[in-house]
């Protein structure tokens, strides 16, 4: 069984950084892509950033020049490098792994909460 461990959420003033933390119980070579999702209360979980095994990258618009994901292999370690944050930024944050071998699996974390408020 596949799990993923977030971790590193909490109450920041805006402007503020975080660094959230996602470790996986297997190697992270193992996954096509990992990746950071957000829900927000009341919306729709949304895409954040994703890192594909080849280490390429990926933002959605709203973080392009705040957030960067990296991810540190021999840890099974996934990063997502908060910077500059928000208020609208305040969400849960879930870690994603998508796992492709005779099916396209997806693994998901228990999600870390990240408060931006004054």
Do not use: H
């Not at 709203?62 to 908060?82: C, E, P, W």
């Amino acid at each position: 069984q596949v799990q993923l461990v977030e971790s590193g959420g909490g109450l920041v003033q805006p402007g503020g950084s975080l660094r959230l933390s996602c470790a996986a119980s297997r190697s992270i070579f193992s996954f096509n892509t990992m990746g950071w999702y957000r829900q927000a209360p009341g919306k729709q979980r949304e895409f954040v950033a994703a890192v594909s095994s080849g280490g390429s990258t990926n933002y959605a618009d709203s973080v392009k020049g705040r957030f960067t994901i990296s991810r540190d292999n021999a840890k099974n370690t996934v990063y997502l490098q908060m910077n500059s944050l928000k208020p609208e930024d305040t969400a849960v944050y879930y870690c994603k792994g998508v796992l492709v071998s005779t099916a396209v699996y997806d693994y998901w974390g228990q999600g870390t909460q990240v408060t931006v408020s004054s």
